[in-house]
């Protein structure tokens, strides 16, 4: 049954009424309960997103357009004609945090139930003692889903979609199962879908009942994009950037040169290409948008008497955004000429002030094209943490009191989170106030995943509640990160929305201090 454009029309002349949705992507999230439950019976004709104070008078009025209405978590969906009212508001995370405690010590439980059972069968190789256990737990999965919504809360775009459920991580989920399963076409609003999400991994970090701990939805998404990108889906921004990575060697249509001409301001000129100990990887955004950080990290290098280099010209894309679009094809490329890079210039180690670069040379190489580097990858925080022990930087003192954010693919994938801190700490006069978000639990800038040059205002949206929410209450001088897309997004925020925020790289910041120590020296 397909709900007629009358009744529609009366739904939606509801006080209080946000959204009258009637997509089969909507329908199909909303027919079931929980991730991976199998096909319902019924699909609802229509799913009407409303204030709580609304729902009495939604329900009222589908009883007279011959309609069964049902709340969305409070009953299953056993006959036709079903319309679902959804009054979702997001929870409330801090309160939710013991429960997810509790929830932790609950799935250690399952593991040990698990482990006997494992143990009974004789299984007696590493690998298959993994696969039994892996496959065990999963099993059980879906069932332990409370339908508490939390992996929604989290979900950093859900709020600019006013939570309704298919724009959150658990719809994405249940939608990428769907087109897999062959019960979803591949269409344009799939695709929206799919693409509206910044891959920030937040979402079932904190999962309250162990159902899905560390199931990484944002590697399922890049799986569904890249199958997606086959079928001609891809947004026309990725496309874009994929195009301008494959000819000029960076996402964002600018002449290699361009991503250079910082080095004409740098005195004394620092080494370009031949041989060094360490090469210090620019990266695209930082060479073009940001050479203030670059120089910086320059700088800290030739003070602590590192031998360095930087590429010119041959660093082309590490192949990140490549990665986040689904396009692993290209993103493979780009990864071969990285690794005949490095193997021709013999570096001993490679530092970079770029957490995409970082999380693409660390992770996504290995895991997903089994490339290895031959050589140590570091985030500058690492490598200032290094210098800092060895007493080849030593920083003066600053007055100042900071935040700092948390990176995504820096912090929660790839699990770099003391060093920054290290580093900030060392600075005598330096206050560190921590959001109430942060590590594993800090709120994405919205700037990741594609979605700043994809949904721009969704992107800054995100940016702008990071900012308001979290930062604006410390009282802080300044906000300090470690990732030039998060640097970006909270840079043109602050600006666009005419926020009091001072927003500085942690390379930068160390530099301060340095120079404040040699001056006073």
Not at 28 to 47: H, L, Q, T
Not at 202 to 224: K, Q, Y
Request: net charge neutral.
């Amino acid at each position: 049954m397909k709900l007629s454009r009358e009744a529609v029309d009366k739904l939606r002349e509801v006080e209080g009424v946000e959204a009258v949705l009637t997509d089969p992507e909507d329908l199909y999230v909303y027919a079931r309960e929980k991730p991976f439950s199998s096909s319902p019976r019924y699909i609802p004709v229509a799913v009407v997103k409303v204030k709580p104070n609304a729902v009495e008078q939604v329900a009222n009025l589908a009883v007279k357009l011959g309609l069964t209405p049902i709340i969305r978590g409070e009953g299953e969906l056993n006959q036709p004609k079903l319309l679902v009212i959804d009054s979702f508001t997001t929870p409330d995370l801090d309160q939710l945090e013991e429960e997810a405690k509790a929830a932790e010590a609950k799935m250690a439980t399952a593991k040990e139930q698990a482990l006997s059972e494992i143990l009974k069968t004789g299984i007696n190789t590493p690998r298959r003692f993994s696969i039994a256990l892996e496959g065990i737990l999963r099993s059980r999965q879906p069932e332990l889903c409370k339908e508490c919504k939390v992996c929604t809360g989290y979900c950093t775009v859900a709020p600019f979609f006013n939570y309704v459920e298919t724009w959150s991580s658990k719809g994405r989920l249940m939608l990428i199962h769907g087109y897999k399963a062959g019960e979803l076409k591949p269409t344009p609003k799939l695709a929206e879908v799919v693409y509206s999400c910044t891959l920030c991994g937040a979402c079932f970090m904190r999962c309250l009942h162990g159902g899905f701990p560390n199931l990484e939805t944002f590697r399922a998404i890049m799986a569904a994009r890249r199958d997606l990108g086959k079928e001609g889906l891809a947004p026309e921004s990725f496309k874009a950037m994929a195009e301008n990575v494959s000819s000029l060697g960076n996402p964002f249509a600018s002449t290699p040169d361009m991503r250079w001409m910082w080095l004409e301001e740098v005195e004394p000129a620092i080494k370009v290409g031949g041989k060094a100990e360490i090469l210090y990887w620019v990266g695209c955004t930082t060479g073009i948008r940001f050479p203030e950080v670059a120089k910086a990290v320059v700088e800290l290098l030739r003070i602590g008497g590192v031998d360095f280099t930087v590429l010119g010209e041959p660093e082309g894309c590490c192949g990140d955004p490549l990665f986040l679009a689904g396009m692993w094809e290209e993103a493979e490329k780009a990864a071969l000429k990285v690794l005949e890079v490095i193997k021709k210039g013999g570096y001993s180690t490679l530092v970079t002030a770029c957490a995409g670069c970082y999380h693409a040379f660390s992770i996504h190489y290995p895991e997903l094209l089994g490339i290895e580097l031959p050589c140590e990858v570091l985030h500058v925080s690492q490598l200032l943490e290094r210098m800092l022990k060895e007493n080849k930087l030593t920083p003066g003192r600053l007055e100042v009191k900071v935040s700092y954010h948390d990176p995504c693919e820096l912090g929660r994938l790839s699990g770099v989170y003391e060093p920054p801190r290290k580093v900030l700490r060392s600075i005598e006069g330096l206050e560190l106030r921590e959001p109430r978000f942060n590590r594993e639990r800090s709120r994405c800038c919205g700037g990741g995943g594609g979605l700043w040059a994809y949904k721009n205002q969704v992107s800054m949206d995100a940016a702008s509640l990071r900012l308001t929410k979290d930062i604006q209450p410390l009282n802080v001088d300044k906000l300090v990160t470690a990732c030039p897309a998060c640097y970006m997004n909270f840079k043109y925020t602050a600006l666009d929305r005419s926020l009091p925020v001072e927003v500085i790289d942690l390379a930068e910041l160390v530099l301060e201090a340095v120079q404040v120590e040699q001056k006073n020296g």
